[in-house]
């Protein structure tokens, strides 16, 4: 049997007046009434919910078309996001698979375990692939998989490099543009009657636009223009 309680009313609603003065016994009286409706809260008796088998729902396929408040079932997010064969989980220890899980293009979720990376390391086998067709576990020299193979890491110096692996996630953006070469070219700017005006560098690449607009036809001025990352 379920029990239920009814929503808190606030007996006094004039506990102060229109200058912002309190009232003290209103105040306390809405006090008791918030204690009262507390205790009656913790009086209620535990309450079991019997959780659904979602196992049981269909769930119709969906696409980025469909209206927002569709519900998206595993095939229509992977068709969506494109991640059939995606590493969920990818580990490596030595030169062993540790693990990998994915899921396969049929929406079946695998697993391997444990799989010897024979012959990493020789003769130029330093890629590691899974073929999407049987599920192997491919290690060769070649840098140009077919469609049919996912990258899982690439060994170098002793180390697998890998998705999720050290050295492969928190990239710095901006210390990365912050390196950038920068090389300048100043220019003589004339007055051009407000049309654009541009420059390019030694290797014909545009660096910029400028314009100037001036009743003095003689105007004239220097602008330095910044190439960035062209080396």
Request: with cysteine; proline share 2%; glycine share 8%.
């Amino acid at each position: 049997m379920s029990e239920s309680i009814e929503r808190l009313v606030l007996p006094r609603t004039d506990w102060y007046d229109a200058q912002g003065r309190i009232y003290k016994d209103a105040l306390i009286e809405n006090f008791n009434a918030i204690e009262n409706k507390c205790n009656e809260m913790l009086a209620l008796s535990a309450f079991e919910v019997n959780q659904p088998d979602f196992s049981t729902f269909e769930f119709d396929d969906t696409t980025l078309e469909s209206p927002d408040n569709k519900i998206v079932n595993l095939k229509s997010f992977m068709n969506i996001m494109n991640i059939a064969f995606y590493p969920l989980t990818l580990e490596f220890s030595g030169a062993k698979l540790a693990k990998l899980e994915y899921i396969n293009d049929e929406f079946q979720f695998i697993t391997i375990t444990n799989r010897t990376l024979t012959g990493l390391g020789e003769g130029g086998k330093n890629y590691i692939y899974l073929r999407k067709s049987d599920g192997s576990i491919l290690v060769t020299s070649s840098t140009n998989p077919t469609d049919n193979h996912i990258l899982l890491g690439v060994y170098s110096n002793g180390r697998i490099y890998h998705i999720g692996g050290l050295g492969l996630i928190d990239i710095n953006v901006l210390q990365l543009l912050s390196d950038l070469s920068v090389e300048t070219k100043t220019v003589n700017m004339e007055k051009s009657g407000g049309q654009i005006v541009k420059y390019t560098n030694t290797s014909s690449r545009l660096i910029g636009y400028s314009a100037i607009e001036d009743g003095n036809s003689e105007a004239m001025t220097d602008v330095t223009l910044r190439d960035l990352g062209r080396k």
